[in-house]
């Protein structure tokens, strides 16, 4: 599917070569500064130093063409910092080749996509996003690799590399090569089904699964200050590596998600959020090796499950065009698992965040929040709460 990718760009330019003046660009500038306790990391609080720190966040820069009246091209340069805070080169996060039906009830795309499922990835920029940070159910990784399935050590300093920093349990979010299609009934109905077979990418250059995966979300509007979506994904989430090599069935090892969302919007007040149910299929590595089955032929596999949830409230001041306060209750909890010794324990730890925003559109393309954020882990508690000052330019 990789293919895809290459055609599609090569598509793109060619545009560029007929015509410059078509291709059409915008774009999304956040810079700020950024400030965590001494535990602060990006794999868990979203920042990666714990001292006051000016960067640049974000930069996207859209583009788009019109091929012909049913064909175009669209995509994304992204330049983000690395999880640990480093420098890293733009790229170019998504690219696709689209058609739409003359009535735009229909249409299928080929590419590097974002894929259809839940609230937030439609919503993650900036400027409707009420945070810096994504939800925990979509930004928190847990104890679960995509080299080694279930890891207890990963997020641990110095158990991993930038290659193997853990999967978030919304994994198949984000970007991945393959297709998609949608259906629109008026204003009523939405739905999106995307097919890939590209792992899940936390770094490096990985290989295709063998196995499809399947993300889809369903959307319904019975009101024009109401929308309530379905999601669910469905795949392999291992990757081939000279660290499982033992393991000849990696392929099996699965995550089904499903999710339920829904916006209330009325007046000058807004409430949405989305609750995650996942379930893995995974192996377990300790101690170096993977844990293998009680009669010692082959590995044991381990089935277990998490649950994510949040909640935003948006208030738009009417007195003061431009201001709004807004709120978000996060949480993210696992369900017990009996470990290789007998015990019953949770394979991670339960998370809740409480974020509180004051945010104001000075001028057009212009916006600023102020985002603060307390975080708090059962049992040992590191000090990762968080604060944020943030511009947001569009252009």
Do not use: C
């Not at 974000?58 to 049913?70: E, K, P, W, Y």
């Not at 198949?172 to 629109?184: E, I, N, R, S």
């Not at 099996?252 to 007040?269: P, R, W």
């Amino acid at each position: 599917m990789r293919r895809l990718f290459v055609l599609t760009i090569a598509l793109f330019l060619i545009e560029v070569q007929a015509g410059f003046s078509q291709v059409q660009w915008s774009g999304l500038l956040d810079a700020g500064f950024s400030m965590g306790e001494v535990d602060s990391k990006t794999i868990t609080n979203g920042i990666g130093n714990r001292y006051p720190n000016f960067s640049i966040m974000n930069l996207h820069l859209f583009f788009g063409s019109q091929v012909t009246d049913r064909w175009s091209v669209s995509g994304k340069f992204l330049y983000a910092p690395g999880w640990y805070g480093e420098e890293s080169w733009p790229r170019l996060a998504f690219a696709s080749l689209n058609y739409d039906s003359e009535d735009e009830t229909w249409g299928v795309s080929a590419g590097r996509l974002l894929t259809p499922f839940g609230l937030y990835p439609k919503r993650q920029h900036s400027t409707e996003s009420i945070s810096f940070t994504p939800p925990l159910a979509y930004g928190f990784f847990i104890n679960m690799s995509r080299l080694r399935g279930f890891w207890p050590k990963t997020g641990d300093t110095g158990s991993y590399g930038s290659e193997d920093v853990g999967l978030t349990p919304a994994t198949f979010l984000g970007y991945q090569t393959g297709f998609k299609a949608y259906f629109v009934y008026e204003d009523f109905f939405e739905s999106e089904v995307m097919v890939s077979n590209e792992p899940v990418s936390t770094g490096g250059n990985l290989k295709a699964n063998g196995s499809l995966s399947v993300t889809g979300r369903l959307a319904l509007r019975p009101a024009i200050w109401a929308v309530f979506g379905f999601s669910g994904s469905y795949g392999s989430f291992m990757t081939k590596d000279a660290v499982n090599s033992v393991l000849t069935d990696i392929e099996e090892n699965k995550q089904l998600t499903i999710g339920v969302d829904g916006v209330l919007a009325y007046s000058y007040f807004e409430l949405s959020g989305e609750y995650l149910w996942s379930r893995w299929t995974a192996p377990m590595f300790k101690d170096g090796v993977f844990v293998p089955n009680g009669n010692g032929i082959g590995f044991r596999s381990f089935s277990l499950t998490n649950h994510g949830a949040y909640a935003d409230l948006k208030f738009d001041i009417p007195q003061i065009p431009g201001l709004f306060l807004a709120g978000r209750f996060d949480r993210i909890w696992f369900d017990p698992v009996v470990f290789p010794d007998g015990k019953e324990k949770q394979w991670d730890i339960d998370t809740d965040r409480l974020t509180a925003v004051v945010g104001y559109t000075i001028d057009q393309g212009v916006l600023i929040k102020l985002v603060g954020f307390k975080q708090t882990n059962e049992g040992t508690d590191p000090k990762d709460d968080g604060a944020a000052a943030i511009m947001s330019f569009s252009f």
